[in-house]
């Protein structure tokens, strides 16, 4: 596609499901970030990765989040046994490869727990 | 850690020229980016600058003082489509081996007025 495409663009979830926020790309880029965002604050570097793996996880939270990019494309973000803190804005951005300067952002998902 | 420090809100007149200052203090440092964000949009990318000096891409250029850790955005014949929150954001290492991301700072809020 055209940019990054992100889905849903909206999720509301109950407190303790699980939920899967997918990032679709652009075409041929080999980076891939996740961040995430909350109100009045700046992306929190979530993971990054460099093809299929995860390069960097550095900034996941707890072990209740994961993220998967089996293929080197398409990655899956998934939160398990949500919390209401977890609320937010979840970011995906690629670059054409890991030392490119500029970042690609998609339009996020807005995840809310209840 | 990362941490960068800019103002929370500025407002400037149509027409005028306002300057976003950020100071940085981070552990590895490739290049400090500028993106921009209008509401519940996507971030996206304006400049950035590897090497000490000014970068200019039209209306918006960017200076990065490395010594000083230091670097601003200047906006010039400002428009009301400006307003919008800028973030800088420093390009460095990570802790992954291969890593490379970018950390943010909470994003000025700049409102352009009549």
């Known amino acids: 596609g055209a940019g990054v495409s992100q889905t849903p663009s909206n999720k509301v979830t109950e407190k303790g499901k699980y939920v899967e926020l997918r990032c679709d790309p652009i075409?041929?880029?080999?980076?891939l970030y996740w961040y995430r965002q909350s109100l009045g604050q700046g992306p929190e570097f979530l993971i990054y990765f460099q093809g299929t793996g995860a390069a960097d996880d550095s900034g996941l939270p707890n072990d209740r989040f994961f993220a998967v990019r089996p293929e080197g494309s398409v990655s899956t973000l998934k939160i398990q046994r949500t919390e209401r803190g977890d609320s937010a804005v979840y970011l995906c951005?690629?670059?054409?490869?890991?030392?490119?300067?500029?970042?690609?952002f998609g339009q996020g998902t807005r995840l809310t727990v209840v | 850690g990362q941490s960068l420090e800019q103002p929370s809100e500025v407002t400037a007149v149509e027409g005028a020229i306002v300057q976003i200052n950020c100071t940085y203090q981070?552990?590895?440092?490739?290049?400090l980016s500028w993106y921009q964000q209008h509401d519940g949009g996507a971030p996206t990318f304006l400049s950035y600058?590897?090497?000490?000096g000014l970068e200019e891409t039209g209306r918006f250029s960017s200076f990065l003082s490395r010594s000083d850790s230091y670097g601003y955005l200047l906006l010039q014949e400002l428009q009301m489509k400006d307003s919008a929150s800028y973030f800088c954001a420093v390009r460095d290492p990570g802790s992954g081996a291969g890593s490379y991301q970018l950390t943010f700072g909470k994003g000025t809020k700049l409102s352009v007025i009549p």
């Open positions: 600058n590897a090497l000490d």
């Open positions: 951005a690629s670059s054409p490869r890991h030392l490119n300067t500029e970042a690609f």
């Open positions: 981070t552990s590895g440092f490739y290049g």
């Open positions: 075409s041929g880029h080999t980076a």
